[in-house]
């Protein structure tokens, strides 16, 4: 009997706060592996609940050695892709020196007061670094808090890791940072001079972090005799536009949904205003390096609990919206009723003036389209976009994809549908070290609704 030819792969760690997967991807970018973990949350040192470091470090190892043990496969390479405003403070033997601190861990507001202040005032140190006062989320002013609360820990500290170069630096041993996790609301980016705020040299914080590498690199594993390439790993939401990026040229904004729907759009480098900031707007770094300009809203979350709350109220269960198709009759009756823009205009309804659970759905969906569309067109640059992507959840919604479309008329606006963009996405970043193929261009399903 010969040796079967093995199947040369890529595996792709995607950590989410909740769900920690792991995906091997063949060169036409199935997935011919997967598997999922969960861990339990520990705490850190004031009691608030964080990540369980030592849990996830095991899990890596762990999920790798039985990879390894699969002769079916062959890895060529291995990234990373994972949550972002998370830091992993490290001492010179490589092993943490704090817990992972939470990034909605409560900050103290005189920090915060101080920093700002000293630097022009919040509004002029949120422009500049292109980051809404976030708190623990702007991950660079965990640092801050760490120098002025813990000066000891702080000297201890030999590197500061955002976690996926963080869990890189696991399988490479080599310490370095990349752009797209520098770039989400850190605090740490000055987006008109390109390089870090002063604020971040002035109190010696750059020498705690890496030296910065491009998005393709790759460096060998830290195992006697091991032949993959370990990539330096990647912000999820950035990793996610990657395939998009490829695919298509012609200026997008993607809409990406999921409890949080962010609305991304690669093509407009136009400098934040005060107005777009105060409306969470803010930039990311795009694998080149270029900025993304992004505005969020809590959408997702707003329809879990308003779906909960017309189930309940017309006794039924969630699931009847789930394939709901839309009804024009309906939307049209209802439109003559004014609709507003905020997403939390609904919760303020009283259900009883609606005859049933799906009049209330159309009209819940209604305003929820509506703030949508306000919260997009903060980064649309009108004029310039010919599509717009839809994925994650509500890509598969048809009454919020047909009324999307309805609201803009004058682009093409299309359901994406692709498995797993994250991971895909930190696989494609690093293509050209395990793949012989070219790029698929077919990676990326649409599914086109008319206006």
Not at 185 to 200: E, G, M
Not at 247 to 260: D, Q, R
Request: aromatic share 12%.
């Amino acid at each position: 009997m010969g040796q079967k030819e093995r199947i040369p792969v890529v595996a792709i760690f995607d950590v989410g706060k909740t769900n920690k997967k792991l995906f091997l991807f063949d060169e036409h970018y199935q997935i011919v592996f997967e598997k999922s973990a969960r861990f339990l949350e520990t705490v850190d040192e004031d009691g608030d609940p964080c990540e369980n470091i030592e849990s996830l470090r095991l899990s890596v190892f762990d999920s790798l050695h039985e990879i390894f043990r699969k002769t079916e496969f062959e890895v060529k390479a291995i990234n990373f892709t994972s949550y972002g405003a998370s830091f992993v403070l490290i001492k010179e033997d490589g092993q943490p020196l704090t817990p992972l601190y939470n990034y909605l861990k409560a900050y103290p507001q005189e920090l915060k007061d101080e920093l700002h202040n000293q630097y022009g005032g919040l509004e002029k140190f949120s422009l500049d670094t292109a980051s809404p006062d976030l708190g623990s989320l702007n991950s660079g002013l965990q640092l801050f808090r760490v120098k002025k609360e813990r000066p000891q820990v702080f000297k201890d500290i030999h590197c500061a890791l955002h976690l996926p170069q963080y869990l890189s630096f696991l399988l490479s041993g080599k310490l370095y940072s990349d752009k797209t996790s520098i770039g989400c609301h850190t605090a740490l980016w000055d987006y008109h001079k390109q390089d870090y705020y002063q604020w971040v040299k002035d109190n010696g914080i750059d020498e705690k972090l890496a030296p910065v590498v491009e998005a393709d690199e790759v460096f060998s594993a830290n195992f006697p005799g091991s032949t993959f390439v370990i990539g330096s790993g990647l912000h999820d939401s950035s990793s996610a536009l990657i395939p998009y990026l490829l695919n298509f040229h012609e200026p997008f904004v993607l809409i990406s949904t999921g409890t949080w729907c962010i609305s991304l759009n690669p093509f407009n480098h136009s400098p934040l205003t005060k107005s777009e900031l105060e409306q969470d707007c803010l930039f990311y770094l795009s694998y080149a390096g270029d900025p993304v300009k992004a505005s969020r809203l809590f959408a997702g979350h707003e329809h879990d609990v308003q779906s909960k709350r017309i189930a309940d109220h017309f006794a039924v269960t969630t699931a009847k919206f789930r394939n709901m198709d839309i009804d024009w009759n309906l939307i049209e009756a209802l439109q003559k009723k004014e609709t507003s823009d905020e997403l939390d205009a609904f919760s303020k309804l009283d259900l009883n003036q609606f005859k049933d659970y799906k009049e209330a759905y159309h009209s819940f969906m209604l305003h929820l389209v509506k703030a949508q569309v306000r919260s997009t067109n903060l980064i649309m640059d009108q004029g310039k976009i010919s599509r717009v992507f839809v994925d994650g959840g509500f890509s598969k919604n048809s009454i919020y994809m047909n009324l999307l479309a309805k609201e803009y008329p004058q682009v093409e606006v299309y359901a994406a549908s692709m498995a797993q963009a994250t991971a895909v996405g930190a696989a494609l970043a690093i293509h050209e070290h395990w793949n012989t193929l070219p790029v698929p261009n077919d990676l990326i399903e649409l599914r086109f609704f008319r206006a």
